[in-house]
């Protein structure tokens, strides 16, 4: 198993431009998350599905926009970058099981985004 | 979600047991302890999780108080590969998308 993999690792945008970074999992989870971390800072959840045709907003979700049109695919959207969107981009996914059963994320090697 | 307090940073000599405390003072019953770890400019890698009782796995050690007020993470033998951000986190049994990273500790495993 590739496990979850991100796409592309790293990527520089003018002001305004838009992208999308993609992320893909194989081992058939449910859930599926975006996240941002900035230097010397923790993870912020942007946002996040709990299935497949879902998403819903995170703690950070201004400028950014998310699909998950395939149960192993989670899309992220930038319409117009700002370099305030300067970050590195982690995926994670995890599985859902019956209540009491606690979820585990696993994460993608992240995407080092610089906006200029 | 429980709130959780880790001193910013900690040394440790490669060979012996790194000790990661963790407060955690305000945590709910139905709240799970979970750590996480990211080594440099990787993404979070799970470590491992607890409710009430002690667990240990391959990585590491978890001792929960048995008031579930405080914990601690052990790496037993610990190696320079184990210098890395480490995040102790709680939140309620499913829905990763309460999971909280905080600054977290960053130790530094000396040779």
């Known amino acids: 198993n590739a496990g979850v993999t991100q796409t592309p690792k790293f990527r520089v945008l003018k002001t305004g431009q838009s992208m999308t970074l993609l992320c893909a999992q194989d081992?058939?989870?449910?859930?599926m998350y975006w996240y941002r971390q900035d230097p010397g800072m923790g993870l912020r959840l942007i946002h996040y599905s709990v299935g497949e045709g879902t998403t819903a907003k995170g703690e950070v979700p201004d400028g950014y926009n998310v699909s998950r049109l395939k149960k192993q695919n989670f899309l992220l959207g930038l319409e117009s970058a700002a370099p305030s969107q300067t970050s590195v981009y982690f995926c994670?996914?995890?599985?859902?099981?019956?209540?009491?059963?606690?979820?585990?994320?696993?994460f993608g090697p992240g995407t080092r985004l610089t906006v200029l | 979600d429980a709130k959780t307090t880790q001193p910013p940073s900690m040394d440790c000599a490669e060979g012996r047991a790194a000790n990661l405390p963790c407060n955690h003072s305000t945590i709910s019953g139905n709240e799970y302890v979970y750590w996480y770890r990211q080594i440099h400019s990787q993404g979070p890698q799970y470590i491992i999780h607890?409710?009430?009782n002690n667990e240990t796995n391959e990585m590491a050690s978890l001792i929960i108080t048995e008031d579930r007020k405080s914990s601690t993470l052990i790496l037993p033998h610990a190696t320079l590969r184990d210098t890395a951000v480490y995040y102790c986190?709680?939140?309620?049994?499913?829905?990763?998308?309460?999971?909280?990273f905080g600054a977290g500790t960053r130790l530094f495993v000396k040779a």
């Open positions: 607890g409710l009430k």
């Open positions: 081992m058939n989870h449910e859930y």
């Open positions: 986190i709680v939140r309620v049994e499913t829905g990763g998308f309460k999971t909280i």
């Open positions: 994670a996914s995890s599985y859902s099981e019956p209540a009491g059963t606690p979820d585990t994320q696993y």
